[in-house]
């Protein structure tokens, strides 16, 4: 047997083969096809890959794992042993990801815990959410200098006022100040067109999510909108890949670390080590859900009597979560829905499938649970 371990980068890579008896050797190859093609004619199915998860890292992988005997990819977050030196370099990075692929195959005992790859379809909402929060964060970041420029010149005008697109024309001509109305029409104009791409963006995503049943259960929770529950559905891919809703909150970044010794317990921040689009759209909509849910209420106002606001709001976020998924694994709706906000929310989702011609599978989906 021989085992490779692979330190990536975006112009190259460095491999380390340890053999079965203890010999090595580090080969640094370019990261393109004739690189690609040299270190596959080094491989065969008695060969153990270990990689890193990076921007590249599936793409590269699919160029070779049918030629070996397993590919692991490894969550960087879960792997700090490749730091635990003084003297880093991708030749030593790589001896190390070998050295520990190496025991984990010799052991049978996992020392990792594997990333898996996700579907085609998966890695592309994927890339169109990372899109979405670029998005987004150009429209606040306009918002915030329009606001900041009236504040500026004295104009004391709320922000709901401001952006009301009803108020935008009026806006743009406030202020007899030139200068002043320059930047406001070059702002507002820039704003428009971003929010028309995100628009666009937003219909694609929700086009091509594949999810149609795991949806129509999220978003029998009010506060869970579609794109809320194609965010969780692109994180996790399926409810089943995990034991129970501890792990799931965790995966979702919802989950604190903790430090206890003795009788010393330590409340730390979120592990980092999983995805974060979810709560990137529960967090803006947790008090809907709380709100239509009267022991969530409950455990909410007593909390916050005597906790920080900001450490009760992650632990509603993590109840929901958890809410959510029992939801998903039980594969039945909210205990507290509103049947006419879930039937809203799915007739407009339905509506946008059919003006964009999508047929076939989806659509009965659809037709059974308009009915």
Same mark, same amino acid.
């Given at each position: $047997?021989?085992?490779?371990?692979?330190?990536?980068?975006?112009?190259?890579?460095?491999?380390?083969? %340890?053999?079965?008896?203890?010999?090595?050797?580090?080969?640094?190859?370019?990261?393109?096809?004739?690189?690609?093609?040299?270190?596959?004619? +080094?491989?065969?199915?008695?060969?153990?890959?270990?990689?890193?998860?990076?921007?590249?890292?599936?793409?590269?992988?699919?160029?070779?794992?049918?030629?070996?005997?397993?590919?692991?990819?490894?969550?960087?977050?879960?792997?700090?042993?490749?730091?635990?030196?003084?003297?880093?370099?991708?030749?030593?990075?790589?001896?190390?990801?070998?050295?520990?692929?190496?025991?984990?195959?010799?052991?049978?005992?996992?020392?990792?815990?594997?990333?898996?790859?996700?579907?085609?379809?998966?890695?592309?909402?994927?890339?169109?959410?990372?899109?979405?929060?670029?998005?987004?964060?150009?429209?606040?970041?306009?918002?915030?200098?329009?606001?900041?420029?009236?504040?500026?010149?004295?104009?004391?005008?709320?922000?709901?006022?401001?952006?009301?697109?009803?108020?935008?024309?009026?806006?743009? @001509?406030?202020?007899?100040?030139?200068?002043?109305?320059?930047?406001?029409?070059?702002?507002?104009?820039?704003?428009?067109?971003? @929010?028309?791409?995100?628009?666009?963006?937003?219909?694609? %995503?929700?086009?091509?999510?594949?999810?149609?049943?795991? %949806?129509?259960?999220? +978003?029998?929770?009010?506060?869970?909108?579609?794109?809320?529950?194609?965010?969780? $559905?692109?994180?996790?891919?399926?409810?089943?890949?995990?034991?129970?809703?501890?792990?799931?909150?965790?995966?979702?970044?919802?989950?604190?670390?903790? #430090?206890?010794?003795?009788?010393?317990?330590?409340?730390?921040? +979120?592990?980092?080590?999983?995805?974060?689009?979810?709560?990137?759209?529960?967090?803006?909509?947790?008090?809907?859900?709380?709100?239509?849910?009267?022991?969530?209420?409950?455990?909410? @106002?007593?909390?916050?009597?005597?906790?920080?606001?900001?450490?009760?709001?992650? !632990?509603?976020?993590?109840?929901?979560?958890?809410?959510?998924?029992? $939801?998903?694994?039980?594969?039945?709706?909210?205990?507290?829905?509103?049947? #006419?906000?879930? #039937?809203?929310?799915?007739?407009?989702?339905?509506?946008?499938?059919?003006?964009? !011609?999508?047929?076939?599978?989806?659509? @009965?989906?659809?037709?059974?649970?308009?009915?």
């Amino acid at each position: $047997m021989r085992f490779v371990g692979i330190d990536l980068h975006t112009n190259c890579f460095t491999c380390c083969y %340890i053999e079965e008896n203890g010999g090595k050797r580090t080969i640094t190859y370019t990261l393109d096809d004739e690189g690609i093609n040299e270190f596959r004619k +080094t491989l065969d199915k008695t060969t153990h890959v270990l990689i890193e998860a990076t921007l590249n890292t599936f793409a590269f992988v699919e160029r070779f794992q049918e030629l070996v005997g397993s590919v692991t990819i490894a969550n960087t977050y879960k792997l700090k042993i490749i730091s635990f030196t003084n003297k880093k370099t991708d030749r030593v990075d790589a001896e190390k990801l070998a050295r520990i692929i190496k025991a984990q195959v010799m052991s049978g005992e996992e020392q990792i815990q594997p990333v898996s790859i996700p579907p085609k379809v998966v890695q592309d909402l994927r890339a169109l959410f990372s899109t979405y929060r670029l998005l987004t964060k150009e429209i606040t970041i306009t918002k915030n200098r329009i606001h900041s420029l009236l504040k500026q010149h004295l104009l004391q005008i709320s922000r709901a006022e401001v952006f009301n697109k009803k108020n935008r024309a009026a806006v743009r @001509e406030i202020s007899d100040d030139p200068v002043l109305r320059f930047q406001l029409n070059l702002l507002f104009d820039s704003l428009e067109v971003v @929010e028309t791409k995100l628009d666009a963006l937003s219909e694609q %995503i929700q086009v091509t999510a594949p999810f149609l049943h795991e %949806i129509d259960i999220l +978003t029998s929770m009010k506060g869970v909108s579609v794109m809320g529950a194609i965010a969780l $559905m692109s994180d996790i891919i399926s409810v089943d890949r995990f034991p129970n809703s501890k792990h799931f909150a965790s995966y979702l970044r919802s989950a604190p670390k903790v #430090a206890s010794s003795n009788e010393t317990t330590i409340i730390k921040r +979120t592990n980092r080590w999983g995805r974060r689009m979810t709560m990137v759209f529960l967090s803006q909509s947790a008090h809907h859900c709380r709100d239509a849910d009267p022991h969530l209420l409950h455990w909410y @106002e007593k909390l916050t009597q005597y906790k920080k606001k900001g450490l009760v709001r992650m !632990g509603l976020c993590r109840r929901v979560i958890t809410q959510l998924y029992q $939801m998903l694994k039980n594969d039945e709706y909210c205990y507290y829905r509103d049947v #006419a906000n879930h #039937a809203s929310k799915m007739a407009a989702y339905l509506a946008l499938l059919s003006r964009h !011609g999508i047929v076939g599978e989806r659509t @009965e989906s659809a037709q059974k649970i308009a009915s």
